[in-house]
């Protein structure tokens, strides 16, 4: 299991975005993800006209390193660490290392 997934939202602990927060849009793998309106660039692009696609600078989200985020707890609107609990009937879960309440699934 994985501590941080898809639809998860994170506050950037690092970097030119330290401070922002944003939805995990993308996992690449166990090191990198993407997360939404953070770690934008300016991709200058050449015009091509048979797919249709204009020409010009286009910005756009690059992955950011999974260390430089943590999840944000909702009840103490404040980042987190995700710990792992199993449950009764053997089934694990993430849960906030704050509060130890789970993180929905």
Do not use: C, W
């Amino acid at each position: 299991m994985k501590k941080l997934k898809k639809n998860d939202l994170v506050v950037v602990l690092t970097g030119k975005d330290k401070g922002k927060t944003g939805e995990i849009t993308r996992v690449l793998d166990e090191h990198k993800l993407y997360v939404s309106g953070v770690n934008m660039i300016k991709r200058h692009t050449k015009g091509n006209p048979q797919a249709g696609q204009p020409g010009g600078i286009i910005e756009k989200e690059a992955p950011i390193q999974i260390s430089n985020v943590a999840i944000f707890n909702r009840a103490t609107s404040k980042p987190d660490r995700v710990g792992f609990k199993t449950l009764e009937d053997g089934k694990q879960v993430r849960i906030f290392k704050s509060t130890g309440e789970q993180i929905d699934d």
